[in-house]
């Protein structure tokens, strides 16, 4: 019976080799086909670029390098304060509401600025090209210039005012560098050239800003109150306006010329305000003169005590029959025609209290002369 039945004997295990080879074989094949087609795809194998050396920069652009940096320590940012008072706690807050740029002026902190940069403040904050931020005060405000002058409550340490230079030389075509704080970015630099000069532009507090600087340096909000230099670092303009219909930069800019900078700052900072020479008249405005046929500027009152009172000079005033005398019509003055009241200012903007100038007047029919000493 056993022999009948005999046990089934184990059968040897399949060999796993040739698998393992045919999935190898495949997984190689599949890496190879697939570097293939991104070989295909991409032009070609990845190349390791090298970097090119690049050689020493160029010699105006290591000149617009050192005059940032010698320059940059010198302009600041101002930051413009307003008090407001929260409706519901009734606690009082310092908001800002107005940014610009500005200048250190001297080692005894003081910084020169726009007046619109800090027009409605109730308080203002200075930061330095370090990121120190300084409390300032108010030291006095030209609007006719739109200048402005703050002195710092802590002087910090190494202090640089910027250099000065010159506007009465300057050239269209001339170099200029503006730096300031543009949308709150700061320490930012643009460059250009004086686009024209002698420009008149209206003044924050009324009348013309004369002899104004034009340049297409990049002036946008922000930059206000920040310098203009010239290619030697020196300071030339402050930067005051652009005209934009946007808003934004467009070209146009405009800048304080240094020589009135010059002039109007030491008076801010000793007396907090500018004497300007005036004859010691009141004058009409230019619409009546024309309405009355006149070609020059009305005198409707002469000031007691005056320059204007001890030369002569005579007002409007009534007759006794109810009728009106008019005035002296100044037509020029020191030999230059004068046919309105921005004419007149503008000659007297020129001039010093205290100096004398020939008044050449109409009164009635008679042309004269009169020596006025500017009060």
């Known amino acids: ?26 997984l ?24 090119t050396p690049r050689g020493d920069l160029a010699e105006d652009e290591k000149s617009t390098i050192e005059i940032y940096q010698n320059a940059r320590p010198s302009v600041v940012f101002i930051t413009n304060l307003a008090v407001r008072r929260q409706r519901f706690s009734l606690d009082v807050t310092e908001i800002p509401q107005g940014s610009g740029s500005g200048v250190i002026w001297d080692t005894q902190g003081h910084v020169v600025t726009n007046a619109h940069v800090i027009a409605g403040a109730s308080a203002l904050r200075v930061t330095t090209a370090d990121h120190r931020t300084v409390e300032a005060a108010l030291v006095g405000v030209d609007p006719s210039k739109d200048l402005a002058v703050l002195r710092l409550s802590r002087v910090p340490p190494n202090l ?45 507090g009324g009348g013309l800003i004369e002899g104004v600087i034009q340049t297409d340096a ?41 020589d009135v900078v010059a002039e109007v700052v030491p008076q801010l900072i000793a007396h907090g305000k500018v004497a300007r020479p005036r004859l010691g008249v009141l004058l009409a405005e230019d619409a009546l003169a024309r309405s009355l046929g006149l070609s020059g500027v009305l005198i409707m009152e002469v000031e007691e005590g005056s320059g204007a009172q001890a030369a002569g000079l005579r007002g409007t005033r009534e007759a006794p029959d109810g009728s ?6 100044i037509v020029a003055v020191d030999g230059r025609s004068i046919r309105s009241l921005a004419d007149l200012q ?30």
């Not at 190879?32 to 970097?51: E, F, K, Q, W």
């Not at 300031?180 to 420009?199: C, E, H, I, K």
């Not at 009106?324 to 019509?329: R, T």
């Not at 000659?347 to 029919?365: C, H, N, P, S």
Request: aromatic content about 4%; glycine content about 12%.
């Open 28 to 51: 190689l094949l599949g890496l190879y086909v697939h570097r293939l087609m991104n070989d295909r795809l991409s032009g070609g194998p990845v190349v390791v670029r090298t970097v």
């Open 324 to 329: 009106v005398i008019l005035g002296d019509v």
């Open 346 to 375: 503008r000659l007297l903007a020129q001039r010093k209290v205290g100096q004398e100038v020939e008044v050449t007047i109409l009164r009635g029919d008679t042309r004269m002369k009169v020596t006025v000493r500017l009060q």
């Open 160 to 204: 640089r005012p910027i250099p000065l230079g010159t506007s009465a030389d300057l050239q269209v075509g001339q170099k200029v560098f503006a730096i300031g704080n543009p949308f709150g970015l700061d320490q930012t630099l643009t460059t250009g050239v004086v686009s024209a000069l002698g420009r008149s532009i209206p003044a924050v």
């Open 218 to 258: 990049a002036i946008n909000p922000g930059n206000s109150g920040g310098p203009l230099l010239d290619s030697a670092g020196r300071l030339i303009g402050v930067n005051t306006a652009i005209y934009s219909p946007s808003g934004a930069s467009a070209g146009i800019g405009f800048a304080v010329p240094v």
């Open 1 to 26: 019976m056993d022999d009948l039945y005999p046990s089934p004997h184990p059968r040897p295990a399949p060999s796993r080799l040739p698998v393992l080879l045919a999935v190898l074989a495949g």
